[in-house]
């Protein structure tokens, strides 16, 4: 609808405003306070707003390697993915695979075998030297869009946070708990995640939506 795609835009621009010579925000993380909150629906549909400008090459990571899910929607294969580069299988640029948009690659999640489902999150992605990974892709994309699990002490979202170059947190409104939200901004604010902002996902307006910039 064109609603939401006026909606994306905007955030699309908002993250092209950040850039500065010190902070250029071209590899971003895109996370939540919990599953279902959309934040992979906003790190997909933000990766093809910025693609779809035409000038931007863009690179859509799927990091949730316990929950991978955008390989179905991209109609790509799952496999391989993040978890043969976390394994040191294949090397950062031998996961890419090119999607039907124009300008936007895509890095599945892979598959993980049985004997590794033990392992938190947190330690697999601490196996390897995950910056040098994320510097591969920057030397190639304008844009690295990263949908990483929700935030939690064991997650690999907090290593990811802090070697991105902003995140992006999205908050499901009228549902997420005012402490569960207080909670999520504490473990980022002490990974020293630079929060790009706040995404307010499934918002209900209760009267018509113009009223609300009088109100």
């Given at each position: ?11 699309s ?31 997909t ?81 601490d ?86 910039r009088?109100?």
């Open positions: 609808p064109p609603a939401v795609r006026e909606q994306y835009k905007g955030l621009d908002a993250i092209i405003g950040t850039h500065s010579s010190d902070n250029p925000n071209r590899c971003l993380v895109v996370t939540s306070s919990a599953v279902g909150e959309g934040a992979s629906t906003i790190a549909n933000l990766a093809f707003t910025l693609a779809a400008s035409g000038s931007n090459r863009v690179l859509l990571v799927d990091a949730q390697i316990s929950r991978p899910s955008l390989h179905e929607a991209l109609q790509c294969p799952q496999t391989p993915g993040m978890v043969d580069l976390l394994n040191e299988r294949s090397g950062a640029k031998d996961i890419v695979v090119s999607t039907e948009i124009s300008g936007l690659d895509f890095v599945p999640a892979g598959k993980l075998s049985d004997e590794l489902t033990y392992l938190s999150e947190a330690r697999f992605f196996k390897v030297d995950i910056n040098e990974k994320i510097n591969a892709w920057r030397a190639i994309y304008d844009y690295t869009i990263i949908d990483a699990p929700f935030v939690s002490p064991n997650a690999s979202t907090l290593l990811l946070s802090e070697k991105a170059d902003g995140v992006l947190w999205v908050v499901e409104a009228e549902s997420t708990r005012k402490p569960v939200a207080l909670y999520t901004q504490t473990l980022l604010e002490r990974a020293e995640a630079n929060m790009l902002g706040v995404v307010f996902n499934k918002r209900q307006f209760h009267i018509p939506r113009w009223l609300y009088f109100i």
